[in-house]
Each structure stands twice: as C-alpha cells, then as structure tokens.
C-alpha cells in the first residue's frame, strides 16, 4: 500500500454484546474487522456494500466518533487513533462530513447561513463580518445565493439542503472529504446535479473524497478507485 493523504491499516471496531444483569459481554460484534486502504491527495476512493457491511463505522472510527478496537489511521503525517484532545480537534478540523440525512444533520432552529458559518465561529480566527462573506463565497461555490443564506432548513429542497451541508463541509478547506450516502436519498436528475457539482469543487479546491454508498454505478462514475465492503471486510 502506498503512502497517502489517508491510510487505513488493519482496522477494527468492535461492538460488545452485554448479556444479564451485570451487562457481561458475551461476544463482539464485528462491524469493521481488518480493513485496509489509501487515498492520495486529490483523488476520490469509492467504499461501496450494502446497508451493515460497515462502511459507515469505517468513516466514523478515522474522525473518532467510534473508539476503533485495532489498526492504524495516518492522516497526513499524524496517527490518528493516538492523537490527544487538540490534536484530534485539528485533524477533524481538516476533514469535512457530508451525511446521508440532509435535513437531520441540519439545526431546524438555525438559518442556512448560520449553518454554513458554525465551523468558523466555533475555530474563532474570523470577525464576524469576515464569517459573514465567507459564508456568502461558500453558498455560492455551491450554488445558492446570499438571499437564501436566512432562510431555514425547512425552506429548502433536500437538493437544496445537500448543497447546505456541502458548504458547511467545506468551511474550513479540508483536505479531505467524507461522503456518507449523500446523494442516495436524492431523486435521480437531483443526485446527478449533486455530484457533478462535487466533482466540480474536487477539481477546483483540490481535496480528496472518501465515498460511501451502496449503488455500485454511483460510486464508479464518481470515484478513481473503488473498494467492495461485505460483512466488515474489503473483499
């Protein structure tokens, strides 16, 4: 395996399972067990199996929102899996999510452009008029206009909301992206726009992309390398 922006060795997240009273574990379950792979700067790796195979854990174990049970995840020159507190805030500060659930990973209570500016009011380094045209150049890099940045998530199409969490993803200029289902639950001709709109921004920011879904035709029109993940396994 060659050296990477992401490499993923061996990992394996394991679940326990609790039995009686006392919550003994009496077994695992094993829903990423031994993966391997990379991703070079710039280039997109498609992770594809159908709905439990364990590709949504894989993304949630390398920005540590599961605790991974074996392996090694380099990010750069940085481990991942050892990194302390500010370390880990700083590696997740240069990978962007982009979720399945448009309108779920939204704040209802909050506007589109508060939504796409959260991540620079929480890092701290901009004055809010600066935040404020960031936001503006962000919606429009995904094609909406500062007019909508008031509007609330209800007020928007899932298209609509997608490109909403796109923008917030790419606040912070990742280098890396993750794509969890994003467009799977999207109409077809909206799925084509939304995808074609991300190769756009690939191809002008220059980040890498790990792809999650389970249609196999997405993930090869979209992707430079795809990987088939079968009960937590790459096969």
């Known amino acids: ?47 594809v199996g159908e709905s439990g195979c364990g590709k949504t854990t894989v993304a949630r174990s390398i920005v540590r929102l ?40 939204l704040n209802p209570r909050m506007t589109a452009g508060a939504i796409v500016g959260e991540p620079l009011k929480v890092r701290g380094r901009m004055a809010r008029r600066e935040i404020g045209e960031r936001v503006v150049e962000l919606l429009g890099k995904v094609g909406l206009s500062a007019a909508q940045a008031g509007r609330y998530p209800h007020e928007f199409s899932g298209g609509q909301r997608q490109r909403i969490g796109l923008a917030r993803a790419l606040a912070l200029g990742p280098r890396l992206l993750i794509c969890d289902e994003p467009v799977s639950s999207l109409d077809v001709s909206i799925r084509a726009r939304i995808l074609n709109l991300l190769k756009d921004l690939q191809e002008e920011l220059g980040f890498a992309v790990l792809f999650i879904a ?9 992707c430079d390398v795809v990987a088939v993940m079968y009960k937590g396994r790459i096969v």
């Open 214 to 222: 389970h249609d196999p035709a997405v993930v090869e029109f979209f």
């Open 66 to 105: 599961v605790s991974a049970t074996a392996g090694r995840i380099r990010f750069g020159e940085r481990d991942v899996l050892s990194a302390g507190r500010d370390e880990l805030r700083r590696i997740r500060s240069e990978i962007g999510l982009v979720f399945q659930d448009s309108y779920g990973s």
């Open 1 to 47: 395996m060659g050296r990477g922006l992401l490499e993923v060795e061996g990992l394996k997240t394991y679940y326990p399972i609790r039995k009686g009273l006392l919550g003994r574990t009496a077994g695992y379950v094993k829903a990423v067990d031994g993966v391997s792979f990379a991703i070079e700067a710039g280039r997109t790796l498609g992770l």
